[in-house]
């Protein structure tokens, strides 16, 4: 038996499997060793296996129209990849390579149409496990699309940053310069028309001129502290646009490829009508 059953109830996609069945389904597996970063399959190519993981470790990547690389998964021990094509019998919709060297047990299509030829449950467990992982992935990408990066922030936000975002937004006020300069202008009045004869601060008003460097010297490092987060707050708006905006060019480039790939096919029976 090339793999403990104890390792296939830890795998998420078999874990609605009975003991009998998991059996069953070990002894179907075949093993394969791959080299340090030997490419296991790659995107776009037909699929038809199932790979889970024994020893080592494999990177599960796209590569996007710009050549950046998109790590998807790091699989593990234990770890499945490779299962969607081994269902649906498309074409591998990303690639994947060994990071070490690494022992991989596979599951082709047939196999697992024996598994189920045996035992007819495991096609509705293994139906309802991909149920849930599309609906987990549904949720992920809903999720992903509607983050309000303003809703965030405030969460996070602490006391001191509220603070300097309500000190800026005030200093940067029609309301604070028309209070300041009424002040200023009351002070002026007070001191050289009211208090001609004992003022308290007289021309060139030093007490004045100091209030206002206090005043200068405890806005500004705040606005800065402001002005500062702000600064992070458009970095991180704009890679999130980035994001958004790859995913979207990888959508639309994946289908280009299954357009593509349809075109083909239909030439192919096309071609096949006409010979006969």
Not at 54 to 83: H, Q, Y
Not at 104 to 110: A, C, F, K, P
Not at 212 to 221: D, E, G, I, K
């Amino acid at each position: 038996m090339p793999v403990d059953v104890s390792l296939l109830s830890d795998v998420p996609i078999f874990r609605l499997l009975d003991d009998t069945e998991r059996r069953t389904l070990a002894a179907l597996f075949e093993e394969r060793s791959c080299g340090v970063g030997e490419t296991i399959f790659h995107r776009g190519e037909p699929g038809d296996e199932l790979f889970l993981v024994k020893e080592g470790r494999v990177n599960v990547f796209v590569t996007s129209d710009v050549g950046d690389v998109i790590t998807l998964a790091n699989a593990t021990p234990g770890d499945v990849f490779g299962e969607i094509s081994l269902l649906d019998g498309g074409p591998r919709t990303a690639s994947a390579a060994a990071v070490d060297a690494t022992t991989v047990l596979t599951l082709d299509r047939e196999k697992l149409l024996e598994l189920v030829q045996r035992h007819p449950h495991v096609a509705l467990d293994l139906l309802t496990v991909m149920g849930q992982r599309l609906r987990a992935t549904d949720e992920l990408l809903r999720a992903g699309t509607a983050r309000n990066l303003n809703e965030e922030e405030d969460e996070q936000m602490t006391f001191g940053e509220r603070i300097a975002d309500r000190v800026a937004s005030f200093g940067g006020s029609w309301t604070f310069i028309i209070i300041f300069g009424t002040i200023l202008l009351g002070w002026i009045v007070l001191n050289s028309v009211l208090l001609l004869r004992k003022p308290f601060d007289p021309f060139p008003y030093i007490l004045l001129n100091l209030f206002l460097s206090m005043t200068a010297a405890v806005q500004a490092p705040v606005i800065m502290m402001s002005q500062n987060r702000q600064t992070i707050k458009d970095r991180l708006r704009a890679d999130l646009d980035y994001q958004v905006n790859l995913k979207s060019e990888l959508e639309v480039a994946e289908l280009h490829r299954k357009l593509d790939h349809l075109t083909e096919r239909f030439e192919a029976v096309t071609a096949r009508g006409k010979q006969l």
